[in-house]
C-alpha cells in the first residue's frame, strides 16, 4: 500500500528557513495520475493546503497565494521523494505538517503522512 | 475564517444520526467543484472519508454517507459509534483562490 513518511526538524529559528521531506513508498513521485502536496494545521488557520508538484509529461508546481512568495516544493526522483521549503518563517508558520498524495480517480487528499510539528521559535 | 464554513460541533446519542453540513460559494461548491470529508482522531492525521461528493473509499462503513446541493454539502453519520467522536472537514477547490480550501473542522461528540 502507499505510504508517506516525512522527516525534518521540529524547531526552526524566526527569519530561517524550514524545510521537511516525504518519501514515498508503493507509488512515483513521477505519477502520470498522482500529485504530491504539502498541507499544514494551526489552531488558528486550520487545515491549509500549501501547494502541489506533479508530472504530466513534464513537472509543475501549483502554490498557495498566502505563501507563494516563500516557498518551493520539489521532486526527487532518484530518491522517490519531494520536499517542502518555507523560506523567513515567523511564529505564524507554527502547525503541524502533512504531506499528502492525491490522484485522478478520487481528486481528495487519499494518502496522508503523520505530520511533522514545526515550532518557529528563537 | 475558512472558505467553507461548518458549525463548530454536533452531538448525538449512540445509534443516533447525525449531519455535518458545509456551506461554500460560487468559487467553490456552487461552482460544481467535488467536496470530500475527511475524519481526524486526535493526535493522528486526517483520513479520507468520502470523495466526489458521494463515494466512499474502500474499508469505510456505509453509515458514512455524502451530498451535495447549490453551494452546500452534507455528511452524514448513521448509527453513531463512540469510535466517530473525532473532528470532520469538508475540502473543496476554490477557482477564484486557485487553492484546494478546507472548512473549519466540526467536532462530533458521541453523548
Known amino acids: 500500500q502507499v505510504q508517506l513518511q516525512q522527516s525534518g526538524p521540529g524547531l526552526v529559528k524566526p527569519s530561517q528557513t524550514l524545510s521537511l521531506t516525504c518519501v514515498i513508498s508503493?507509488?512515483?513521485?513521477?505519477?502520470?495520475?498522482?500529485?504530491w502536496n504539502w498541507i499544514r494545521q494551526s489552531p488558528s488557520r486550520g487545515l491549509e493546503w500549501l501547494g502541489r508538484?506533479?508530472?504530466?509529461?513534464?513537472?509543475?508546481?501549483g502554490y498557495a497565494v498566502s505563501v507563494q512568495s516563500r516557498i518551493t516544493i520539489n521532486p526527487d526522483t532518484s530518491k522517490n521523494q519531494f520536499s517542502l521549503q518555507l523560506n523567513s518563517v515567523t511564529p505564524e508558520d507554527t502547525a503541524v505538517y502533512y504531506c499528502?498524495?492525491?490522484?485522478?480517480?478520487?481528486?481528495?487528499?487519499?494518502?496522508w503522512g503523520r505530520g511533522t510539528m514545526v515550532t518557529v521559535s528563537s | 475564517q475558512s472558505v467553507l464554513t461548518q458549525p463548530p460541533s454536533v452531538s448525538g446519542a449512540p445509534g443516533q444520526r447525525v449531519t455535518i453540513s458545509c456551506t461554500g460559494s460560487?468559487?467553490?461548491?456552487?461552482?460544481?467543484?467535488?467536496v470530500h470529508w475527511y475524519q481526524q482522531l486526535p493526535g493522528t492525521a486526517p483520513k479520507l472519508l468520502i470523495y466526489?461528493?458521494?463515494n466512499r473509499p474502500s474499508g469505510v462503513p456505509d453509515r458514512f454517507s455524502g451530498s451535495k446541493s447549490g453551494t452546500s454539502a452534507s455528511l452524514a453519520i448513521t448509527g453513531l459509534q463512540a469510535e466517530d467522536e473525532a473532528d470532520y472537514y469538508c475540502?473543496?477547490?476554490?477557482?477564484?483562490?486557485?487553492?484546494?480550501?478546507f472548512g473549519g473542522g466540526t467536532k462530533l461528540t458521541v453523548l
Open positions: 508503493g507509488d512515483s513521485v513521477s505519477s502520470n495520475s498522482a500529485a
Open positions: 460560487s468559487s467553490n461548491i456552487g461552482a460544481r467543484y467535488d
Open positions: 499528502a498524495r492525491d490522484v485522478d480517480r478520487t481528486d481528495a487528499f487519499d494518502i
Open positions: 508538484t506533479y508530472y504530466r509529461s513534464k513537472w509543475y508546481n
Open positions: 466526489r461528493n458521494t
Open positions: 475540502q473543496s477547490y476554490d477557482s477564484s483562490l486557485s487553492a484546494w480550501v
